[in-house]
């Protein structure tokens, strides 16, 4: 019972036991990928393995996946309005309002170049908006609207995003982070063009991402990293070998246990709220009335603050977040909630709880008690000094 629960699963999964065991044994290997000699080969070998399982989660062939140091670097290299010889260049980038915060700088479009999409009170790209603005625009268009809210949760409908893009002739970029292991993300399905994940989000390490493009017929955008040939000419650099194995071991053990873990995950999301809502009856779940997550929970309470809830559940021995990793030190309330209209007060009382495939009935009991305690310590103490 002394040990510690860590509930912040979308900041990052803890590594996959697969994962470990390919880093590992990819250690023992001293070729590169590129030389041609047995070495080198067998480096080649475990890079385009790992590019099949990556590509299975999305269900695409694996020439359309481009392998990256992370899900930032990916949304970055998607982001890019130059023309590459095959397609012309992007007049606008449009981004929904509650975009992670590597969509929402734009990528390599000038800030002038860049718009924000209004969503709904539920955390949803508001399609109308959509509709009327890429109605009043010309040229070629760039859309990016994340899969799945990284704070709140909320799922976007994001094969109706596409069709309005793409009878308005445009292009959809989706960040698909969040997605694997949880919802979905077959590129087909959802009708995008590019989309993004993340090793280290699904039990992979960190430092490796990837860019995937649904048709090989559509070509890779130009590249951040100049220099060699490698990633189809997509990524220059050699591979990060270690990081990618440990990726391709992550994914292949993801796409085996999806049905099973998203059920179970919804059964945790369940015990979880019911718990929460019936010590706290005044407890607001963000993203509630609409399609989450089935591993997350954004909730907060009026009178009491994020931060001072956080420190709180860390002395019970309890992980949980305020927010996205990237932004949660910082003071400002979530500019996810912000988009939603929640009231100012309201948001900077979020606390986000995330968690996996390995969390347990017992575990989400406990997380339970220890809110009980924390609940009761803060707002008696809220209580008190208001009187």
Same mark, same amino acid.
């Given at each position: 019972?002394?040990? &510690? ?13 697969? *994962? ?30 790992? &590019? ?23 949304? =970055? ?13 992007? !007049?606008? #980038? #449009? ?17 002038? *170049? ?52 793409? &009878?308005?002739? +445009? ?9 694997? +292991? ?28 990837? #860019?995937?493009?649904?048709?090989? !017929? ?6 951040? =990293? ?33 049905? !099973?873990?998203?059920?179970? #995950? ?36 009026? *009178? =009491?603050? *994020? ?9 019970? +021995? ?21 988009? =939603? ?47």
């Amino acid at each position: 019972m002394n040990e &510690r629960l860590y509930f912040d699963w979308n900041a990052t999964a803890p590594l996959r036991r697969e *994962a470990s065991a390919a880093v590992v044994a990819a250690l023992e290997l001293v070729g590169n990928p590129s030389s041609i000699h047995a070495e080198g080969r067998a480096a080649r070998r475990i890079v385009e393995e790992a &590019r099949e399982n990556v590509a299975g989660l999305a269900a695409v062939e694996p020439r359309n996946v481009i392998f990256t140091s992370g899900g930032t670097e990916a949304n =970055m290299l998607a982001l890019t309005p130059a023309s590459d010889g095959h397609r012309a260049a992007y !007049a606008r #980038l #449009l981004v929904s309002a509650v975009e992670h915060i590597s969509v929402l700088a734009g990528g390599r479009f000038a800030a002038s *170049a860049l718009e924000r999409l209004p969503v709904t009170g539920s955390g949803q790209v508001d399609l109308s908006a959509l509709h009327r603005r890429l109605a009043k625009l010309s040229g070629p268009v760039l859309v990016s609207v994340m899969l799945a809210n990284n704070e709140t949760g909320v799922v976007q409908p994001v094969a109706q995003v596409a069709d309005l893009v793409h &009878r308005a002739g +445009g292009v959809l970029h989706v960040d698909a982070v969040q997605a694997p +292991g949880r919802i979905s993300c077959d590129i087909n399905a959802l009708r995008a063009d590019l989309l993004t994940l993340s090793g280290h989000k699904i039990g992979g390490p960190t430092g490796v991402g990837a #860019l995937i493009r649904r048709d090989a !017929a559509f070509p890779f955008p130009i590249p951040l =990293m100049a220099g060699g040939g490698q990633e189809r000419r997509a990524r220059a650099g050699t591979e990060n070998v270690l990081g990618i194995a440990g990726f391709g071991a992550a994914a292949a053990a993801t796409s085996r246990g999806f049905q !099973a873990e998203r059920a179970h #995950l919804l059964l945790l999301r369940e015990r979880l709220e019911a718990g929460l809502r019936a010590q706290t009856p005044e407890l607001v779940v963000f993203g509630a009335e609409t399609e989450r997550l089935p591993n997350t929970t954004l909730f907060a309470v009026p *009178a =009491m603050k *994020a931060e001072t809830a956080v420190i709180a559940f860390d002395l019970e +021995g309890v992980a949980v977040s305020s927010g996205a990793a990237c932004s949660s030190g910082k003071v400002q309330p979530s500019h996810v909630l912000a988009a =939603m209209g929640v009231p100012r007060k309201l948001a900077r009382a979020a606390v986000r709880i995330s968690f996996g495939r390995s969390t347990t009935e017992s575990e989400i009991d406990r997380l339970i008690r220890a809110w009980i305690k924390v609940s009761g310590t803060l707002l008696n103490e809220r209580v008190a000094v208001a009187a």
